[in-house]
T-cell receptor, first 115, second 115 residues
Framework: DGGITQSPKYLFRKEGQNVTLSCEQN?????MYWYRQDPGQGLRLIYY???????QKGDIAEGYSVSREKKESFPLTVTSAQKNPTAFYLC??????????????FGQGTRLTVV | RKEVEQDPGPFNVPEGATVAFNCTYS??????FFWYRQDCRKEPKLLMS???SGNEDGRFTAQLNRASQYISLLIRDSKLSDSATYLC????????????????FGQGTTLQVKP
């Protein structure tokens, strides 16, 4: 079945460690996104990528890094510079296009907790 | 001003009631519009796309007013299972000119349907 897969579902990080969240899609979508959601809050955009080997910062990119070496994969690294990383992280993908309505699909999310 | 704004609610309504949510967006060049539903501790899922001509899917009706830059969602005959957070989503055009290509979420409107 086509879809978007995030792993792991739950992740615990010690302070000062970098961790990488995986996001893989087999929908042949060009665009991929990473969002962060805090309890009772909306989704805030961390990074997004419209095409392979290119990505842009979202609204809260500080302390995060990404790569887009393959169309299918858009991993997110939460670095030690991110001071408050405990949150629910959501990855999404969509087909970019002009003049056409395109939907976005989400992975099931990764809950990151700093211990 | 936020790029996409919603009243967070919560909206508490009895079963069978009709309820409407509005969402405003700031970028007149925005390209595509959607309503997503998010259940507690789950990923957002597409509820419906929003077209200029308006669209209806069973008890749900979505409207887009480009001149006033707002989107609405109407739910008729509310069910207990409609209790969730409803996210307004705006997709900007491809990167270039005033467009960023981003998928931008409102903070969501919480609906609680009571027996």
């Amino acid at each position: 079945d086509g879809g978007i897969t995030q792993s792991p579902k739950y992740l615990f990080r010690k302070e000062g460690q970098n961790v990488t969240l995986s996001c893989e899609q087999n929908l042949n979508h060009d665009a991929m996104y990473w969002y962060r959601q805090d309890p009772g809050q909306g989704l805030r955009l961390i990074y997004y990528s419209q095409i392979v080997n290119d990505f842009q910062k979202g609204d809260i990119a500080e302390g995060y890094s990404v790569s887009r070496e393959k169309k299918e994969s858009f991993p997110l690294t939460v670095t030690s510079a991110q001071k408050n990383p405990t949150a629910f992280y959501l990855c999404a993908s969509s087909i970019p296009g002009q003049g056409v309505v395109r939907t976005a699909f989400f992975g099931q999310g990764t809950r990151l907790t700093v211990v | 001003r936020k790029e996409v704004e919603q009243d967070p609610g919560p909206f508490n309504v009895p079963e069978g009631a009709t309820v409407a949510f509005n969402c405003t967006y700031s970028n007149s060049a925005s390209q595509s519009f959607f309503w997503y539903r998010q259940d507690c501790r789950k990923e957002p899922k597409l509820l419906m796309s929003v077209y200029s001509s308006g669209n209806e899917d069973g008890r749900f009706t979505a409207q887009l007013n480009r001149a006033s830059q707002y989107i609405s969602l109407l739910i008729r005959d509310s069910k207990l299972s409609d209790s969730a957070t409803y996210l307004c989503v705006v997709k900007e055009g491809p990167i270039g000119s005033s467009n960023t290509g981003k998928l931008i979420f409102g903070q969501g409107t919480t609906l609680q349907v009571k027996p």
